[in-house]
């Protein structure tokens, strides 16, 4: 699969109606796919055991999309495998009390992952590029009045350049992917929502009140893609009208991103390896 389709370029301007939400890749079916995914889940337990063996690199994982998206199942379906002592997974909702009483890196700051750890973040600082712009929500913030002027959003989207690449320089990687589905099958999805009893759960009225900012959410998340789309924490948008893709695209992607790491687990100097030998000597010679 070309990863490079999904990727938005560094340096060029995209429109988010050129990518597609409906996509099969050159994949036969559901079923092809989800064969595809196991063996990329398997591929992920080994290379998620390297990175926490190695225990310098750090993968940061944001999740960014439309409500009914799938963003919890493929955050479910991509980790499955993995160790969950070398997991960590945030999902962010509107901010407390607490957490606006700071600065609105303050709280994914606390969040990242450790070293040798895989961090997921289920939506994540570019709410306050998004939510925060499509509702302007700035004036229920603390931030100095004057502060908050017409160049705020390229201001954070320079803030949040800097926090990435400042990541990136500190060995915690970070890949970003927006889970791009049409408006139509997020219909289909809350419908659905309604109609299942079992599903019931996960409707909620806001979806509903959302989906009228539709137009307003894609204009904010192509502004936002366009300039926080960079060399060291690239943007990828995940054709997700069909779920079965959108877990196999993700996961080719966390595949490569780590296998381009080329992590070695650590290699013993010849001095601690003859203790080794001495050791298992005292162990088989216990009585
Ligand atoms: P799901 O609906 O699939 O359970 P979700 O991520 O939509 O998952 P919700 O609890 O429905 O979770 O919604 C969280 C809400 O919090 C979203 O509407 C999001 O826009 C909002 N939110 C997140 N960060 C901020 C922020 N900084 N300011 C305001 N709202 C925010
Ligand atoms: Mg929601």
Do not use: C
Not at 106 to 121: D, H, Q, S, V
Request: glycine letters at 4%; hydrophobic letters at 35%.
């Amino acid at each position: 699969m070309n990863l490079n389709q999904f990727k938005v370029p560094a340096n060029k301007k995209i429109k988010l109606e050129n990518f597609p939400t409906e996509f099969n890749g050159a994949i036969k079916d559901k079923s092809e796919g989800k064969e595809l995914l196991e063996e990329n889940v398997k591929k992920l337990a080994e290379l998620q055991d390297r990175l926490y063996a190695y225990d310098k690199y750090a993968l940061l994982l944001i999740f960014q999309a439309m409500d009914a998206a799938g963003k919890d199942g493929a955050i479910k379906h991509v980790m499955s495998g993995l160790n969950p002592q070398g997991t960590q997974v945030y999902s962010f909702k509107q901010p407390s009390q607490e957490e606006m009483d700071h600065d609105y890196l303050w709280r994914f700051y606390k969040a990242l992952p450790e070293r040798g750890r895989i961090g997921i973040f289920n939506r994540s600082y570019y709410e306050d590029v998004l939510v925060v712009r499509v509702h302007n929500l700035l004036r229920f913030r603390k931030l100095p009045q004057k502060l908050v002027n017409n160049n705020i959003w390229d201001q954070r989207f320079k803030q949040i350049n800097n926090f990435e690449k400042y990541l990136f320089e500190n060995g915690i990687i970070t890949i970003k992917f927006f889970l791009n589905v049409s408006k139509e099958e997020q219909k289909k999805r809350f419908i659905k929502r309604i109609d299942d009893e079992s599903k019931n759960w996960k409707f909620s009225e806001a979806d509903i009140k959302e989906r009228n900012y539709w137009d307003d959410y894609q204009k904010s998340y192509e502004d936002a893609l366009n300039n926080t789309s960079t060399k060291y924490a690239p943007w990828y948008v995940i054709p997700a009208d069909k779920k079965w893709f959108a877990r196999l695209a993700i996961s080719n992607i966390v595949v490569k991103t780590l296998e381009d790491l080329k992590l070695k687990y650590p290699e013993l100097n010849e001095d601690q390896k003859s203790k080794l030998k001495d050791y298992k000597e005292l162990l088989m010679n216990e009585k």
